[in-house]
């Protein structure tokens, strides 16, 4: 154990020494090169990790390279570290891959530092092998094990691949607003759609994100759709992960509205790598892996009917419509024999202060109680016996209200 300590700490020391003095006043190429060769695999999944191989101490891919070899021995605060390290080069977790893979060497700069695929022609490995042109091996006293050196060669003859990238899949619709199947009784004033990663702002517009009306009918399909025109389609800029279909200015009648998402076709959605849209849905988040398939989610806008709340009114809005055809001085029905609720004032008589026919405890308007008056409890489908009315089902919450506030002011003609 004491040996061992001794050895490492020794192999630091040297390694600190040589890489300083031959890698200084380096020349690094760009940045833009390393971030490219970073960014190439954008959809790869990371491969396993390969297990150490005999005899070498960590396992043949970039992380275990990183934590078994450049933090320890090369990534020490007095070299390969910070922000202005030695030759430019910086060895520490989040840096090394940048700095390593199809860069020039600022020693040999027709030859780059890992050329991925190619461990012969890698200075790294020339360096840990002793074989480079210029200066010495590395580290000094050559203490890195052969079996540990074609572990360093075998991640770069398999393709030198930073197995930290978290592997993205296609980009996803995570969110829609309004959300999918919602039931609107206004109509919203935009449509925000959330995608799971920065969008490729120059592929959202009028071609990639659509509104479409039903026509009035709920079919998509009957040839009478109508297309929204938006205010404008954008992406904030505060978030590109998000696009704006703005309604401002647009009146959306009564209808089902389809929005579309485009992953299919000539014009698609795309992130910043040109992965199209995953968008199958309505679930969210859309797709179904692989990239490619249209979102489509629907809303519905019903405007609530407003109901003046005097007996003409409800008479044109709901006695005469909904009830009349079975509660009229000709067509008593269901065994009721005495409601006819054909105009206002056959209705003001049939129902203020008559009782109940099916439940003798009410009677069918008591002028300043809706609870108690047997009419509501019909509507509300709260009443002792029979159905609700209409017995085609229940009327909206404000043709109720509106019959309950009649009846709460006195239940006047
Ligand atoms: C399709 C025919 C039909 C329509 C439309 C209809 N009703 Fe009725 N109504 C009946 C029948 C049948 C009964 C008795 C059986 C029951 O209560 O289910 C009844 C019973 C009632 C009673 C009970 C009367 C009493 O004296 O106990 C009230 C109140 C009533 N209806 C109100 C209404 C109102 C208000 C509407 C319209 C919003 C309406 N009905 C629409 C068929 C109808």
Redesign the pocket.
Known sequence: MGRLNAKYSLTKTLAVLVVAGLLAACNIQTYDDAVASIQGGGNTPPPEPPPPPPGASFGPNFSEIQSGLFTPTCATSSCHSGGNPPAGLNLEAGSSYANLVGIASSQEPGTQRVNAGNPDSSYLVQKLEGTAATGTVMPPSGGIAPADIDVVRQWISAGAVDDTVVAQGPIQVTSLMPVPDANLDAQPSQIVAGFSRDLDVSTINALTFTLTSSGGDGNFNSGNEVSVTAASISVPGGNQASAVFDLAGATLADDIYRVTLFGDGANVIMDLDANALDGEGPGLPSGDGSAGGNFIAQFTITTPVVVGATLDEIQAV??TP??A???SATGN????TN?D?SNADASLMSLVDVP????ANFV?VLPGEPDNS??VQ??QGT?S???V????GM?GTAEIDAVRLWISNGAVR
């Open positions: 709901i006695f909904s009830c055809s079975c509660h029905t269901g065994g009721i409601l609720l109940s026919e099916q439940d069918r047997y009419l019909k509507m009443a016996a029979g159905g009315m209409p017995p085609s009327l």
